[in-house]
Nanobody, 121 residues
Framework: QVHLVESGGDLVQPGGSLRLSCAASGSIGGINVMGWYRRAPGKERELVALLTNGGSTNYADSVKGRFTISRDNSKNTGYLQMNSLKPEDTAVYFC???????????????WGRGTQVTVSS
């Protein structure tokens, strides 16, 4: 079993910055794709950023140039650096990882429970 725990969400003023973390623990052989998603009030969950094992990234148009996804494989931890935050970035942010089992087998998707980001003056 693998558990993901997000942290770093907070109330921040427009123009501010936050760094979200996603720590994975459990039977982890390795991490393939890591992603950050968000769900704003009254809206569907949407992709924010993806990072593959090979280092390729993909960002939602709304966050390009402001957000940066990264990971530390030695710590099984992913990050989302968010700069120039806007009120429309307000949402619950979720971490997703495709994890390879430690003893082999097919990769599985895991989700964290989310962390609240509120951008408001």
């Amino acid at each position: 079993q693998v558990h993901l725990v997000e942290s770093g969400g907070d109330l921040v003023q427009p123009g501010g910055s936050l760094r979200l973390s996603c720590a994975a623990s459990g039977s982890i052989g390795g991490i393939n794709v890591m992603g950050w998603y968000r769900r704003a009030p009254g809206k569907e969950r949407e992709l924010v950023a993806l990072l593959t094992n090979g280092g390729s990234t993909n960002y939602a148009d709304s966050v390009k140039g402001r957000f940066t996804i990264s990971r530390d494989n030695s710590k099984n931890t992913g990050y989302l650096q968010m700069n120039s935050l806007k009120p429309e970035d307000t949402a619950v942010y979720f971490c997703n990882m495709q994890v390879r089992p430690i003893f082999g087998g097919d990769p599985r998707d895991y989700w964290g429970r989310g962390t609240q980001v509120t951008v408001s003056s």
